[in-house]
């Protein structure tokens, strides 16, 4: 059945249906914005402000020195940083040079450390000098050679046998050897997903890839943001594929100042915000709802925000609510995935938005909704299926994984693994994904909406359920959950609220109050970890 793409009855006469992509890589993207915002701010950090041609200059000496330390085109480099002016001169340094950025998460541990090294086969890593330990314990195990050290406090006196970022950029000779770049074929950066079902895997983007979701994203948004004049609250994590996108990527195709935080820290946030009045905002819901508790947010002047793009976990609806009552904000949820670059859906801010929603698909975007058993029968309106996607910001595959990459991307889709359902007008709703399914006594029980339940009383500050080994039923559900301050609410009385809202089968069995669920970096609750926790008390 072709896809009508529906949707598009829905954008208004500014968005476009079709959008140009430039055939430019992402550099080139980076010096067009130096062009025509060279003396704008393009980042502060902790005081520290940079202009988009001082940062232009520093790629450039950072991409000389590469070339003088070896690295050619197609080598892969690897960038193991928080969140600070090092790491964006680092990957469009990295990315002038002719070379692949991998993206490396600070918080992996030496065995995870070493696999995605030897997985990549870099040669040449930037990392915080606090991890340089970490490395050295693995590093005769890997293909590096070249280790460049990151201090966020005053530079390190090097008393090491490599290189401080300081002391390597004065290998540059003035020069960047030019590097011939085809952007539809040729790799920016390796992003590897969080390997939850088994090794993790490394999305191959393109620069095409890249610019295209910048553009995509930047037209989606146009009427609510301006080029030039923005300031993106840069905290989310640069390594991970949405900070990389909507705070760091946009930002440059836009222009906007980064304010940079390393790290969230909900008192160090709020007087950032206070201090330097960001007006965009990406996050996920775990940092809305940490600024919504706090007592006395408001007197730190966060109604400068005007808009929020909420991604990586589901929003709850009462969150959604009280965050932009308390700051008058748009939060618009979305949708995206390390495969595509990420973005693929955003609640519109020019038409409805409809909580409970990953909103519609981006300019260029193409989807459906497919059965779950073959992947080929295109299902109705309201049915549930799988989510598959196609458009220019999907990946190129998976690096060194022909299977892997043939069983996600068929015949020009991306089969996302996510079960959803679209309604009439195209917007799509994620129920959970296809690993996450429960049955419990044959039924299909999907986590997120017991969750939306469970967010809705009022004890529940955060809420996550799994599947656990039940020997009737099969799997049966449980819930964990982080009470509000205060609030003493029992499981009896979480279960009998969820009996008045759920169908008996989907009310967990099991309730469980921690004073804090297991997260990844960007506040996303890792109910993996809870499965292998359960598992090993049974």
Not at 243 to 253: E, T
Request: glycine share 8%.
């Amino acid at each position: 059945m072709k896809n009508p793409k529906h949707w598009l009855a829905t954008y208004p006469v500014h968005v476009p249906n079709e959008v140009e992509i430039p055939p430019i890589s992402v550099p080139e993207m980076l010096h067009k914005t130096v062009e025509l915002f060279g003396e704008h701010e393009a980042v502060s950090f902790y005081g520290n402000s940079y202009t988009y041609n001082e940062i232009a200059r520093l790629v450039g000496e950072f991409a000389s020195s590469l070339q003088q330390a070896g690295v050619q085109k197609g080598d892969r480099v690897a960038i193991m940083l928080p969140n600070c002016p090092q790491y964006l001169v680092s990957f469009y340094g990295a990315l002038t040079a002719g070379a692949i950025v991998t993206q490396v998460n600070p918080m992996l541990v030496e065995r995870e450390l070493e696999y995605l090294l030897n997985d990549c086969e870099a040669e040449t890593i930037v990392l915080l000098h606090a991890l340089y330990p970490r490395l050295k314990a693995i590093q005769i195990k890997t293909s590096i050679k070249n280790i460049i050290t990151v201090s966020l406090q005053s530079p390190v006196t090097n008393q090491l046998e490599d290189d401080t970022f300081e002391s390597f950029l004065t290998r540059q000779n003035g020069q960047v050897h030019p590097i011939e770049c085809e952007p539809e074929h040729d790799i920016a950066v390796l992003q590897y997903t969080g390997g939850t079902t088994g090794r993790a895997k490394g999305a191959m983007l393109t620069h095409r890839n890249i610019v295209a979701n910048a553009v995509q994203t930047y037209q989606f948004f146009k009427e609510e943001i301006e080029k030039g004049q923005e300031k993106c609250l840069t905290v989310l994590p640069l390594f991970h594929v949405f900070g990389m996108s909507a705070c760091m990527n946009l930002s440059i195709y836009c222009g906007y100042s980064m304010i940079m935080l390393p790290r969230f820290d909900l008192e160090e946030v709020l007087e950032t915000i206070k201090r330097e009045q960001p007006s965009l905002f990406p996050g996920v819901p775990t940092m809305y709802m940490a600024i919504t508790s706090h007592p006395r947010a408001e007197e730190y002047g966060i109604e400068s925000i005007r808009l929020c793009n909420s991604g990586s976990a589901p929003m709850p609806l009462e969150l959604l609510r009280e965050f932009e009552w308390k700051t008058g904000a748009k939060i618009l949820e979305g949708y995206g995935l390390s495969e595509a670059s990420p973005s693929t859906h955003c609640n519109p801010a020019f038409a409805e938005r409809k909580p409970g929603t990953v909103g519609i698909g981006l300019p260029e975007t193409e989807y459906k909704i497919v059965d779950v058993a073959t992947g080929t029968q295109e299902v109705p309106p309201g049915r549930l299926g799988e989510l598959i996607i196609r458009g220019p910001q999907v990946m190129k595959g998976y690096w060194n994984m022909i299977e892997e990459t043939a069983a996600t991307l068929r015949d020009g889709w991306l089969f996302t693994g996510d079960i959803a359902r679209m309604d009439k007008e195209g917007y799509v709703s994620i129920v959970d994904r296809k690993k996450d399914l429960i049955i419990a006594s044959g039924y299909n029980v999907y986590p997120r909406e017991i969750e939306e339940v469970l967010y809705e009383h009022p004890s529940v500050q955060e809420a996550v359920v799994i599947g656990i080994q039940d020997d009737y039923r099969g799997e049966t559900v449980k819930a964990f959950i982080v009470q509000r301050p205060g609030n003493t609410a029992d499981p009896d009385e979480i279960k009998g609220f969820c009996r008045q809202h759920l169908a008996a089968f989907k009310v967990p069995e099991i309730v469980e109050f921690r004073e804090e669920l297991p997260k990844t970096n960007v506040g996303k609750i890792l109910r993996r970890v809870l499965r292998e926790e359960s598992i090993k008390k049974q």
